[in-house]
């Protein structure tokens, strides 16, 4: 069992360490600045390509539906790539599962976390008042359910090809 759960507790602790740097004084700053234009602008474009109200008067400030939001580096789920990241640099996976479950999981954090602005924009302008359970609750737990779907997801993907591998076929 420990075995097994090795590759998980060393992507914890890289994950926690790499977050530690992350808020270092002198880094901070600048990480967040990158990550809160690059989610601001991400979400712009998501709305923007499937024809939503969506704005950027000035960063770091996104507006859908006429609800406007301000863009911190929490918001940019910044924690989920990383964790996804170290996730799949310790997984006991075949190099070409890692790049394809790097993708994956890459990808559906990027296009979860432009849903979430969508939808939490249309949440505020119709009802405020459950803006901040939502934003802070539900999609924190569903974040870390799809992350954690996906590495369970991409783990019987790469153990069922290594086994297919392993019995010759």
């Known amino acids: 069992m420990i075995r097994s759960l090795k590759p998980l507790l060393w992507a914890f602790a890289a994950w ?3 977050n530690t740097i992350i808020h270092l004084p002198g880094l901070r700053d600048h990480i967040a600045t990158f990550l809160i234009k690059f989610t601001t602008y991400s979400a712009y474009w998501f709305g923007r390509v499937l024809f939503l109200p969506v704005e950027v008067d000035r960063l770091p400030f996104l507006t859908v539906n006429g609800f406007r939001m301000q863009v911190i580096i929490e918001c940019t789920a910044y924690t989920f790539y990383l964790f996804a990241v ?4 310790f997984a006991r996976w075949p190099l070409r599962h890692k790049f394809t479950s790097l993708a994956i999981m890459l990808l559906g954090i990027f296009v979860m976390n432009n849903l979430r602005f969508i939808s939490m924009g249309y949440l505020g302008s119709y009802r405020p008042e459950l803006f901040d359970v939502v934003h802070d609750i539900v999609w924190n737990v569903l974040f870390g359910f799809i ?3 996906l590495w ?11 086994g297919e591998a392993a019995a010759g076929k």
């Open 152 to 162: 369970a997801w991409r783990e019987l993907t790469a153990r069922r090809s290594v």
């Open 86 to 89: 170290v996730l799949v640099i």
């Open 147 to 149: 992350v954690f779907g």
């Open 16 to 18: 926690f360490v790499i």
